[in-house]
């Protein structure tokens, strides 16, 4: 793993400031056949603290724990991107949704490797409500002229409707993955149920709202 090359090669510091270099990664050190550099001794009261410094057992714990440490900023940034083409609260086709994302996963392939401008514009945040320097390049979206092109050609040369088209994909691909048409733990109750709730539901919000305007 990484975490234990890791530790392993921090450790053999102990090894290398004493001349043993048996262990260590890296090539010859000497300079015409001669290593003059000034090492301790592993008997000196300075290899001891040191060693205590190298081997302590909270900065090795730490090490580990930094060794898988990422930074989650691109994936954020990405998944912020897909809800722009993939909106949560739209309700598509299984077949739609993965169009969407696709989409999501081409501009961002497009645009993640942007070059950094000469000069830096100001931008004003409404999210921050603060004032920063983008230095990124303007984004492209290159790839919405060929989805678009290929788009108009299926369409054209489609013997069926496109909506019939996603409707049956997102069956076939249901009966082959086995997906339920309904995955609600509770049972569905009948129309005459549920339009009853409804509407008592909305007599009640009536009555509600008529007493607070007697009470204003």
């Not at 090490?63 to 989650?72: D, K, V």
């Not at 309904?182 to 008529?210: F, G, H």
Request: hydrophobic share 35%; aromatic share 6%.
């Amino acid at each position: 793993m990484v975490t234990e090359v890791a530790v392993k090669r921090w450790v053999l510091v102990l090894k290398h400031i004493v001349k043993d270099h048996s262990d260590c990664p890296h090539g010859p050190l000497e300079v015409n056949g001669i290593d003059d550099r000034d090492y301790l001794d592993p008997k000196s009261p300075v290899y001891s603290s040191f060693k205590g410094i190298v081997e302590d057992k909270r900065l090795l714990s730490n090490m580990e724990r930094s060794c898988c440490y990422l930074f989650t900023s691109a994936l954020e940034a990405f998944h912020s991107l897909k809800l722009k083409y993939a909106a949560k609260l739209v309700h598509q086709q299984y077949i739609a949704m993965e169009a969407c994302i696709m989409l999501a996963v081409m501009d961002h392939n497009e645009n993640v490797n942007r070059k950094k401008k000469d000069t830096p514009v100001a931008s004003f945040s409404k999210a921050t409500k603060l004032w920063t320097m983008k230095d990124k390049e303007d984004k492209t979206y290159h790839f919405r002229e060929e989805v678009i092109s290929r788009t108009v050609a299926l369409a054209t040369s489609a013997t069926a409707k496109v909506q019939d088209l996603a409707s049956k994909e997102t069956r076939e691909r249901r009966e082959a993955l086995n997906v339920p048409q309904c995955v609600a733990k509770t049972p569905k109750p009948s129309m005459e149920e549920m339009m009853s709730d409804y509407r008592k539901r909305k007599e009640l919000q009536q009555e509600v709202s008529e007493k607070r305007r007697r009470n204003i």
